[in-house]
């Protein structure tokens, strides 16, 4: 295994400098789901749940949660988001909900955090406002699926 390189000589947590990196096209995707009762996705479904448009909310969060990823993760590089897209499912067969995210920039360094922190926080929206009718929901299985750029080239989850 490699050295980490958020640790200097001495041990210490760091900030990985990047100055002399070139800027590429930098994408990364992940996904998660959460698990919630039958009864919970037919509230969904009909638009009653208590706190609104739940999917559409959620879907939402996920985007501002990517573009704020650098102030939640203490070592995570600040980057120019240029595209960040969050896509929440219902699926009747967990039954619960998928959520997928992808996000780009241009930039010396990958976007694989800020796709795990899209799918990170619309999770938890969706737990938030659902948890007044349902207290047995799991969040899990978050994952990246892809990323292509950067000096490492591109990487798909088998």
Partial sequence: MSRLTHLGDDG???????????????????????????????????????KGSVVQVAELAGVMAAKRTADLVPLCHP??????????????????????????????????????????VACLTLFDMLKAIDRTMEIGGIKVTSKQGGKSGSWTRE
């Avoid at 990047?18 to 638009?47: I, N």
């Avoid at 699926?91 to 619960?96: A, C, K, N, R, V």
Wanted: net charge neutral.
């Fill in 79 to 120: 980057l120019p988001l240029t595209k960040i897209a969050v896509s929440i499912e219902i699926d009747e067969t967990l039954p619960g909900f998928r959520v997928a995210s992808e996000v780009r920039t241009v930039g010396v360094t990958g976007v694989e955090m800020e796709a795990l922190t899209a799918v990170s």
């Fill in 12 to 50: 210490r947590a760091r900030m990985v400098d990047v100055s002399d990196k070139k800027p590429t096209a930098r994408t990364a995707a992940a996904k998660g789901a959460m698990t919630c009762s039958a009864e919970t996705l037919e509230v969904v479904k009909a638009g009653a749940a208590p």
